[in-house]
């Protein structure tokens, strides 16, 4: 069993920055990727950024390309978001997830790949 509680959220002015944090506990040698997805009102959940832990291979959705930097720490046990130049359109619930399935996937940002979620924390960018 993997736990994790996301922390960092908060309200901020457009052109603003936020860093959410993800505190993973539990069995979290199992990790292979973290990741870090949102879902604003009315709208599908969204892959942002994920880290293939092994080797802090990073992979970001278009959207956030050059804005948002995920990161971790050595131990498996935290994973980071750095949002730069935030704008109205990433206003959403930000989730943290954990894959403990042992397999390369090419594309890392499906949710349904993912079975192990925080229960989120909110961010707001007003214009």
């Known amino acids: 069993q993997v736990q994790l509680v996301e922390s960092g959220g908060g309200s901020v002015q457009a052109g603003g920055s936020l860093r959410l944090s993800c505190a993973a506990s539990?069995?979290?040698?199992?990790?292979?990727?973290m990741g870090w997805f949102r879902q604003a009102p009315g709208k599908e959940r969204e892959g942002v950024a994920s880290?293939?832990?092994?080797?802090?291979?990073?992979s970001y959705a278009d959207s956030v390309k050059g804005r948002f930097i995920a990161s971790q720490d050595n131990s498996r046990n935290a994973l980071y978001l750095e949002m730069n130049s935030l704008k109205p359109e990433d206003t959403a619930m930000y989730y943290c997830?954990?894959?403990?399935?042992?397999?390369?996937?090419?594309?890392?940002?499906?949710?349904?790949?993912?079975?192990?979620w925080g229960r989120g924390t909110q961010v707001t960018v007003s214009s």
């Open positions: 880290v293939y832990v092994d080797g802090g291979i990073t």
């Open positions: 997830a954990a894959r403990t399935a042992n397999r390369w996937v090419e594309y890392p940002l499906y949710s349904s790949l993912y079975n192990y």
């Open positions: 539990g069995y979290t040698d199992s990790i292979y990727y």
